[in-house]
Nanobody
Framework: QIQLVESGGGSVQAGGSLRLSCAAS????????MGWFRQAPGKEREGVAL???????YYNDSVKGRFTISQDNAKNTLYLQMNSLKPEDTGMYYC???????????????WGQGTQVTVSS
């Protein structure tokens, strides 16, 4: 079974940057669509970014131009580079994998524990 472990969260000032990592079990990227999701207190979980098996990406409009999703197949690791962070980006960030269609609304089979991102004004 696939296990996902996030890291790299923290507290930053608005305009700052963070790089999140998600370490996955072997063969994840040859089988799964991977993505990043986030959830702020009292709000619904929302999709942030997706990366397809072939490397194509898809982003929530709210983070386009600021966030970049990427993967290192050799290390079985997923990344989310977050630049120009805003207070609205605050939340718990999760990485996930699905064997279904690569969309935000698909059912994701595996989830990490999450890593907290806090952006102050």
């Amino acid at each position: 079974q696939i296990q996902l472990v996030e890291s790299g969260g923290g507290s930053v000032q608005a305009g700052g940057s963070l790089r999140l990592s998600c370490a996955a079990s072997a063969y994840t990227y040859s089988t799964y669509c991977m993505g990043w999701f986030r959830q702020a207190p009292g709000k619904e979980r929302e999709g942030v970014a997706l990366i397809y098996r072939g490397g194509s990406t898809y982003y929530n409009d709210s983070v386009k131009g600021r966030f970049t999703i990427s993967q290192d197949n050799a290390k079985n690791t997923l990344y989310l580079q977050m630049n120009s962070l805003k207070p609205e980006d605050t939340g718990m960030y999760y990485c996930a994998a699905t064997t279904s269609w690569c969309t935000f609304s698909s059912t994701y089979n595996y989830w990490g524990q999450g890593t907290q991102v806090t952006v102050s004004s």
